[in-house]
């Protein structure tokens, strides 16, 4: 069981706009830790989507955002496309564990 | 250009030792933290591990503490997972990662596989 909730399987249509949630609790989102997301197609390395809640790295198309409120936060894509098809981690820090930690991941089905 | 280019697939038997290796470059090796992240079959990322590459500090996922040890050699800008005692269910492929937890982790090794079977 994770530290991180995440939804295992969220999917839409090309064109669609999906969210994929990240919920944590007081000692790691909830407490200001920043939330960072990767992208992971099997048999690759996983990149870096979104880091610092909501910045995105040079290279990442501006479909792909980041929020965070509370003791959660959300990856949203539009313009939903196949390529996209992958699986999704949040990743942040938690104080009482002293660790990084990851959510279990979402697999995204473009339909 | 930031690489991380890690060492070749690995075959172990439950109880031996196993060390994977990266070796970085495009960047300044001690100015950037280094952690480690597994993946088992059919399961999400683990975070194994950090060290420091400033001072060689670390900390380590507490299912691992007395199991894994992170080293890097300055001199070869390469960091070094050493992982004993294998069972079965440390079977995954090992990736080294570029940055910390607060930083995320910006650049990523190509992954080594590590199987352990009797």
């Known amino acids: 069981q994770s530290v991180l909730t995440q939804p295992p399987l969220v999917s839409g249509a090309p064109g669609q706009r999906v969210t994929i949630s990240c919920t944590g609790s007081?000692?790691?989102?909830?407490?200001?830790?920043?939330v960072h997301w990767y992208q992971h197609l099997p048999g690759s390395a996983p990149k870096l989507l979104i880091y610092?809640?909501?910045n995105r790295p040079s290279g990442v198309p501006d479909r792909f955002s980041g929020s965070k409120s509370g003791t959660s936060a959300s990856l949203a894509i539009t313009g939903l496309q196949a390529e996209d098809e992958s699986d999704y981690y949040c990743?942040?820090?938690?104080?009482?564990?002293?660790?990084?930690?990851f959510g279990g991941g979402t697999k995204l089905t473009v339909l | 250009q930031v690489q991380m280019v890690q060492s070749g697939p690995e075959v172990k038997k439950p109880g031996a030792s196993v060390r994977v290796s990266c070796k970085a470059s495009?960047?300044?090796?001690?100015?950037?933290?280094i952690s480690w992240v597994r993946q088992a079959p059919g399961q999400g990322l683990e975070w194994m591990g950090w060290i420091s590459g400033r001072n060689g500090n670390t900390n380590y996922a507490q299912k691992l503490q007395g199991r894994v040890t992170l080293t890097t050699d300055t001199s070869t800008t390469t960091a070094y997972m050493d992982l004993r005692s294998l069972r079965s269910d440390d079977t995954a492929v090992y990736y080294c990662a570029r940055g910390g937890a607060s930083t995320g982790y910006d650049a990523w090794g190509q992954g080594t596989l590590v199987i352990v079977s009797s």
């Open positions: 990743q942040s820090y938690d104080s009482s564990l002293g660790a990084s930690v």
């Open positions: 495009g960047y300044t090796f001690n100015t950037y933290d």
């Open positions: 007081s000692s790691n989102v909830g407490a200001g830790y920043d």
């Open positions: 610092g809640d909501s």
